[in-house]
């Protein structure tokens, strides 16, 4: 039996992160992982899968729509051939997790392939083409989650399907009815209706977006309509119905009238949930809520103090960078270092174009908690760089505290705001205000003076370009 300081199930960012942490800091590191490649839903199904398609139909739409204004013109009919950029995406997922298999060579880490689960608090059995048992100091619950699924719809993975086989279909749908108004939704819908798909999303809460700032969700419904979606909030999906080819969606709206929504493909996508099935967990002595999360404490131990959870499996945020911070915030742990983490300060990105992006707290969080707060705003088409890419939609929002000017929330959505938020975060972590951002050159022209030109509008209400 092969022996380890450190065993690791599931290799998604949290998990392949910790690992190499782990490696760095000197522990003989173990990463088991169920299916045949590594990285998780985020590298296989998830995050760069949707970005690939999310930039491949992007690029369609640009060339449908907008290089006739640039001046470019191609002569004969512009085609989308599906089965081809569905391959493009395979490529990007096969170097990306290609890319893991090599970080853990170079690092030294043992790959396990099978399913990990617990025989006791130190030991493992890995179930895999064969059945093979590890043992491990100290082991970390890295197994991520699920997409949620509802009681009345039955996912058959053809027609009814989830954000998996949303990457992978064969035909562009010709009216997509999107179950939830979410991040995974949204980005989903956004390239199908680039492609040429109907898309309506029905969603229960009264704003698409719900958990980010309430303006972001308005200023986003206001492009999306532009953009000939059907967005339909405030109903409560009730029963969906497949009959050959034809999906039926009914629904409640707010007045509690029954409403019936017909298309070719429907998209569940109301959200995710922990993974923890054949962990036996409860063999080494780690509970799990009632929600099927790994109970955790601050220092992310479990109720077995030698084993830890991080990621999707665990409270807070679904996000992959969440996942490896604490991946990294773990390893430090265990040997012995002093690592912390900011929730507050981890960024939100809705990846649709214009992009959202959103760190901190929101208005309606400060309402909430009565904190007395000022607010500067500032449009993206007031940039030169925005009119320049005829990208003129969203803004720049900076929410600061009333008596001491620290920066307390930024809210953006337009171009380029996935990575113009890594600005805010830096702030932030350093306790900026802003009147400390609008005293920063930013250089011109620029996406980012949005940020510059909101820190102004906080800061006695003196923008310059607006």
Same mark, same amino acid.
């Given at each position: 039996?092969?022996?380890?300081?450190v065993?690791?199930?599931?290799?998604?960012?949290?998990?392949?992160?910790?690992?190499?942490?782990?490696?760095?800091?000197? /522990?003989?590191t173990a990463?088991?992982? !169920?299916?045949s490649?590594?990285?998780?839903t985020?590298?296989?199904?998830?995050?760069?899968?949707s970005k690939?398609?999310?930039?491949?139909?992007?690029?369609?739409?640009? +060339?449908?729509?907008?290089?006739?204004?640039h001046g470019?013109?191609?002569?004969?009919?512009?085609?989308?051939?599906?089965?081809k950029?569905?391959?493009?995406?395979?490529?990007v997922?096969?170097?990306?997790?290609? &890319? %893991?298999?090599?970080?853990m060579?170079?690092?030294?880490?043992?790959?396990?392939?099978?399913?990990?689960?617990?025989?006791?608090?130190?030991?493992i059995?890995?179930?895999?083409?064969?059945?093979?048992?590890?043992?491990a100091?100290?082991?970390?619950?890295?197994?991520g989650?699920?997409?949620?699924?509802?009681?009345?719809?039955?996912?058959?993975?053809?027609?009814?399907?989830?954000?998996?086989? +949303?990457?992978?279909?064969?035909?562009?749908?010709?009216?997509l009815? $999107? %179950?939830?108004? &979410?991040? $995974?939704?949204?980005?989903?819908?956004?390239?199908?209706?680039?492609?040429g798909s109907?898309?309506?999303?029905?969603?229960?809460?009264?704003?698409?977006?719900?958990?980010?700032d309430?303006?972001?969700?308005k200023?986003l419904?206001?492009?999306? =309509?532009?953009?000939?979606?059907?967005?339909? @909030?405030?109903?409560?999906?009730?029963?969906v119905?497949?009959s050959?080819?034809?999906?039926?969606?009914t +629904?409640?709206n707010?007045?509690?009238?029954?409403?019936?929504f !017909?298309?070719?493909?429907?998209?569940?996508?109301?959200? =995710?949930?922990?993974?923890?099935?054949?962990l036996?967990?409860?063999?080494?002595?780690v509970?799990l809520?009632?929600?099927?999360?790994?109970?955790v404490?601050?220092?992310?131990q479990?109720s077995?103090?030698?084993?830890?959870?991080i &990621?999707?499996?665990?409270?807070?945020?679904?996000?992959?960078?969440?996942?490896?911070?604490?991946?990294?915030?773990?390893?430090?742990?265990?040997?012995?270092?002093k690592?912390?983490?900011?929730?507050n300060?981890i960024?939100?990105?809705?990846?649709?174009?214009?992009?959202v992006?959103?760190?901190?707290?929101?208005?309606?969080?400060?309402?909430?908690? &009565?904190?007395?707060?000022?607010?500067?705003?500032?449009?993206?088409?007031?940039?030169?760089?925005?009119r320049?890419?005829?990208?003129?939609?969203?803004?720049?929002? $900076?929410?600061?505290?009333e008596t001491?000017?620290?920066?307390?929330?930024?809210? /953006?959505?337009?171009?380029?705001?996935?990575?113009?938020?890594?600005?805010?975060? @830096?702030?932030?972590?350093? =306790?900026?205000?802003?009147?400390?951002?609008?005293?920063?050159?930013?250089?011109?022209?620029?996406?980012?003076?949005?940020?510059?030109?909101?820190?102004? +509008?906080?800061?006695?209400?003196?923008?310059?370009? @607006?």
């Amino acid at each position: 039996m092969k022996s380890y300081d450190v065993a690791i199930i599931g290799s998604g960012p949290g998990g392949y992160v910790a690992a190499i942490r782990c490696a760095q800091l000197g /522990m003989k590191t173990a990463i088991i992982e !169920k299916y045949s490649t590594l990285g998780g839903t985020c590298l296989n199904v998830g995050c760069i899968p949707s970005k690939a398609l999310l930039d491949s139909s992007h690029h369609y739409e640009d +060339a449908v729509k907008h290089f006739e204004d640039h001046g470019i013109e191609i002569p004969g009919e512009i085609k989308v051939n599906l089965e081809k950029m569905i391959g493009r995406k395979q490529a990007v997922v096969d170097q990306t997790t290609g &890319g %893991i298999d090599f970080l853990m060579t170079k690092n030294k880490i043992d790959v396990y392939h099978g399913v990990g689960a617990f025989k006791d608090a130190t030991h493992i059995t890995i179930s895999g083409d064969s059945t093979e048992e590890i043992e491990a100091k100290y082991s970390i619950i890295a197994t991520g989650s699920k997409p949620t699924t509802l009681p009345f719809a039955t996912v058959d993975k053809e027609r009814i399907i989830t954000s998996t086989e +949303a990457l992978k279909l064969k035909e562009i749908p010709k009216h997509l009815i $999107i %179950i939830g108004g &979410g991040v $995974i939704g949204l980005e989903l819908g956004q390239v199908y209706k680039r492609l040429g798909s109907d898309v309506t999303v029905i969603e229960y809460m009264d704003r698409i977006i719900p958990t980010m700032d309430g303006g972001l969700s308005k200023e986003l419904n206001k492009v999306f =309509r532009k953009q000939k979606f059907n967005i339909n @909030v405030s109903h409560k999906v009730t029963s969906v119905q497949r009959s050959g080819d034809e999906i039926t969606v009914t +629904a409640e709206n707010k007045k509690g009238e029954l409403v019936e929504f !017909k298309g070719d493909y429907c998209l569940v996508s109301v959200g =995710r949930s922990p993974y923890t099935a054949g962990l036996n967990a409860e063999s080494a002595g780690v509970k799990l809520t009632d929600r099927g999360q790994v109970e955790v404490n601050g220092h992310l131990q479990t109720s077995a103090s030698n084993i830890y959870a991080i &990621g999707d499996v665990v409270k807070g945020a679904m996000l992959a960078h969440k996942a490896e911070e604490e991946g990294v915030f773990v390893a430090e742990s265990i040997a012995g270092q002093k690592p912390h983490i900011d929730y507050n300060l981890i960024p939100g990105v809705v990846y649709t174009w214009p992009e959202v992006a959103s760190v901190g707290k929101t208005e309606e969080q400060l309402k909430e908690l &009565g904190v007395a707060y000022k607010s500067g705003q500032f449009p993206m088409r007031a940039l030169g760089r925005s009119r320049a890419s005829m990208d003129l939609d969203g803004f720049v929002k $900076i929410l600061a505290d009333e008596t001491t000017d620290e920066v307390l929330g930024v809210h /953006m959505i337009g171009a380029r705001c996935a990575d113009l938020i890594a600005e805010a975060v @830096v702030a932030m972590e350093f =306790r900026a205000s802003a009147e400390d951002i609008s005293r920063m050159s930013h250089a011109h022209p620029t996406f980012a003076e949005a940020i510059k030109e909101a820190a102004l +509008a906080a800061t006695e209400n003196r923008a310059l370009h @607006v």
